[in-house]
């Protein structure tokens, strides 16, 4: 069901809102889906996104876990593979990486390995990315690493209501889902997001602002330092933002039709610069819209270090600012 299709009442939420909506929303749903994690239950999880669900469904299906997180990601493809549709929560994305090996060595691999005999239907959710001034690895953007590894869906939302209908596909969708949310806008703003569960598809990119000069791909936080800059250079260069909200499998149609419009592109995204997702985005334009290029793609991108600590976020991350100075670089070539 769309935006559009919508219908019946409403709630202005914030994202990690919409998360609980949206989780809640499934359990009342679907007996098999349950959720697990650090926390999750009497706590309601660090950020508070599992807030009430164990009040409501009890310690059965709403279970805290050992600071393990191989232990959690093995655990819930156990269940997946025999019937369950386990939630796995992931205090920070910086805490995924000991349960790598479980994610890509077995879940991604599970319906190839059984030659369809199993599937995985799990999601792995995550608060990602900077500027909350948070210590070390809590501030994590590598999306990149399982964008690479087949077998995985990898979902950034941006906003309250793609969040919620994002999160009920993931838990619908048969194979497994990496869902990234983007923890800077946890509570950054509200939106009016339907009481009633819907699903926003997987897979496709959505576009926030129409243009004709240039246009700017990018998903998650990074959106509305984006939607700024292009509100900002709106006298001199007419911008198309695209938010692509799914990350793998990325809406090559969606981009390419905007790029054959402009000409000309810059990709946004707080992960360092070297792999990220801008190298995949402008690769795909060189190799099926090379013809159409008016100037070289600019990549606004984090750097190649560690995330830093406290009073240098701000010039890690993409702002309003230097997204504009990259997208009239690339205007004015």
């Known amino acids: 069901m769309s935006q559009m299709e919508t219908r ?11 998360v609980r909506d949206g989780l809640r929303d ?9 959720v697990m994690g650090e926390d999750v239950g009497k706590n309601g999880g660090v950020f508070r996104a599992t807030e009430g669900l164990y009040d409501e469904f009890g310690g ?7 600071l393990a997180e191989s232990g959690i990601v093995g655990t819930a493809i156990g ?16 805490f995924i990486y000991p349960a790598f090996d479980q994610i890509v060595s077995h879940a991604a691999r599970l319906r190839t390995r059984s030659r369809g005999r199993f599937t995985c239907p799990m999601v792995v959710r995550a608060p990602y ?13 590598t999306e990149a690493f399982f964008t690479h590894h ?8 941006s906003t309250p209501y793609d969040t919620k209908g994002l999160l009920i596909s993931a838990i619908r969708d048969p194979d497994p889902v990496i869902f990234l949310e983007p923890k800077l806008i ?35 936080a990074m959106t509305r330092p984006t939607l700024e800059a292009a509100e900002r250079l709106e006298d001199e260069v007419s911008v198309e933002v695209v938010d692509l909200r799914t990350v793998s499998p990325l809406d090559e149609g969606t981009i390419l039709e905007s790029f054959e419009k402009t000409g000309r592109a810059a990709v946004v995204h707080e992960a360092p610069k070297t792999g ?34 406290y009073a240098l976020e701000d010039y890690y991350l993409p702002e309003a600012t230097r997204i504009v100075e990259g997208i009239r670089e690339v205007a004015e070539f």
């Open 276 to 309: 990220g997702l801008a190298g995949e985005i402008t690769a795909t334009i060189q190799e099926e819209a090379l013809l159409y290029q008016e100037a070289p793609v600019k990549r606004i991108t984090g750097f190649d270090t560690p995330f830093p600590l």
């Open 60 to 66: 059965d299906r709403v279970i805290d876990t050992p």
């Open 79 to 94: 269940m997946a593979a025999y019937g369950m549709r386990p939630v796995a929560e992931m205090q920070f994305m910086g």
């Open 26 to 34: 499934e359990m009342r749903e679907d007996e098999r889906v349950l």
């Open 129 to 141: 990315g900077g500027g909350i001034r948070a210590p070390e690895h809590h501030s994590e953007s």
């Open 186 to 220: 946890y509570r950054a703003f509200r939106e009016a997001v339907p009481d009633e569960p819907y699903e926003v598809p997987i897979g496709e990119a959505t576009v926030r602002r129409e243009g004709e000069d240039v246009s700017v791909f990018t998903y998650g």
């Open 8 to 18: 019946g009442e409403t709630q202005n939420l914030t994202l990690v809102q919409a």
């Open 150 to 157: 087949p077998g995985l869906k990898v979902v950034i939302p």
